[in-house]
């Protein structure tokens, strides 16, 4: 596997505004309407489930249908922890420019809870809430499934 590049709140946002990388939250589907980074995508590595978190078993599929294998990527999770696992999923899929946001939307956290670097929102990044239109877990879900 490739090098693992991992950047901060403030450089995922460069990325974003001037690289044309695209942010991809992977945070559940109520997780992203609650809040998330303005303009992101939301494709969830997990789902809320009656016994918990359990895997989203169209995370790839949607990804490969919404995003060409050399897109310009910015993962990010709530803490920085499932966009590092979707970034090493998507790796072994082939994808290619792929980055990941540390300390996700929330913060990156120590063992014992304590703040070891802000996140998007700590960060004073804009953020906006809802579903996100065309680039809700929805729409994305919708549309691969047309494709196929």
């Not at 980055?99 to 990044?125: I, M, N, S, Y």
């Amino acid at each position: 596997m490739p090098d693992i590049r991992r950047v901060s709140p403030a450089e995922a946002k460069r990325l974003v505004d001037e690289e044309g990388y695209v942010y991809v939250d992977v945070r559940s589907v109520p997780e992203f309407e609650a809040e998330h980074p303005q303009g992101a995508w939301n494709v969830p590595l997990m789902h809320a489930g009656p016994s918990g978190m359990e895997p989203n078993p169209d995370f790839h599929a949607v990804m490969g249908a919404a995003f060409p294998k050399d897109a310009k990527i910015v993962l990010g999770c709530r803490g920085g922890n499932r966009s590092l696992r979707a970034l090493q999923m998507l790796a072994q899929k082939g994808f290619t420019n792929l980055v990941d946001q540390r300390a996700g939307f929330d913060a990156a956290r120590d063992p014992f809870g304590g703040v070891t670097e802000k996140g998007w929102k700590g960060a004073g990044l804009p953020t906006s809430t809802g579903p996100g239109g065309e680039r809700s877990w929805e729409a994305l879900a919708r549309a691969a499934a047309a494709k196929r």
